[in-house]
């Protein structure tokens, strides 16, 4: 099912990396003999909001909850979501590059990085987001109990 985001630009000039309790098994970097992970074989996880002037920065944790390997790379479907479940229209924008491919491990994991501002203009106030692995799939719908988000969404790829 897609999400038809809107993607456009570049990263913001200013990044802030956002670390959150590592994960329980890490991923392997590199070339990978695996297939790429299903949604069935992933769990997917928002984790605690980092707030600070006027930014809001959110790890998105994908962990492989299956018996066998697969791989993850690139950038998660991002949506945000109204009351009533449909998608609003945000810009949602790809940062930091395609990413390095990763094979996960059974109970490995890694995270993609959700960066918004609260300071007018251009805001909306989402009940929810909408996450996807970056190869698409059923994903999963998530609250986002944060208030409003301006200016749309940067997403990093999964790593």
């Keep these: 099912m897609g999400l038809g985001l809107l993607v456009a630009g570049t990263a913001f000039a200013q990044t802030r990396p956002v670390s959150p309790a590592a994960p ?3 991923a392997q970097a590199g070339p990978a003999a695996s297939d790429p992970c299903s ?43 109204d009351a009533a479940g449909a998608a609003l229209a945000v810009t949602v ?26 300071v007018e203009p251009g805001c909306v106030s989402p009940a929810g987001l909408r996450a996807e692995p970056p190869a698409g799939g059923t994903g999963v719908t998530l609250p986002l109990p944060e208030g409003r988000v301006c200016g749309g969404v940067d997403v990093t790829p999964v790593g």
């Design 24 to 26: 329980r098994v890490a």
């Design 93 to 118: 924008r790809h940062v930091d590059g395609p990413g390095a491919v990763a094979t996960l491990k059974p109970g490995g994991s890694v995270r993609s990085v959700l960066h918004w501002t609260v």
């Design 39 to 81: 949604s069935d074989q992933l769990e997917i996880r928002f984790g605690r909001i980092d707030p600070g002037a006027g930014n809001r920065y959110v790890p998105l944790t994908f962990t492989n909850v299956s018996g066998a390997s697969c791989v993850l790379s690139g950038h998660p479907g991002v949506a945000l979501l």
